[in-house]
């Protein structure tokens, strides 16, 4: 797979995405 460092880029901004909303959705411990 000559593009696996796309994908992986892919991944990764996907699990930031996921990690965004989490935050923007449930208070964090630190806002606790």
Known sequence: MPCSGLS???Q???IW???ELLDHT??????M
Do not use: F, K, Q, R
């Not at 449930?26 to 806002?31: A, D, I, K, L």
């Open 17 to 19: 995405g996921l990690i």
């Open 12 to 14: 990764v901004a996907h």
């Open 8 to 10: 992986v880029d892919m």
């Open 26 to 31: 449930h208070p964090t411990s630190e806002e």
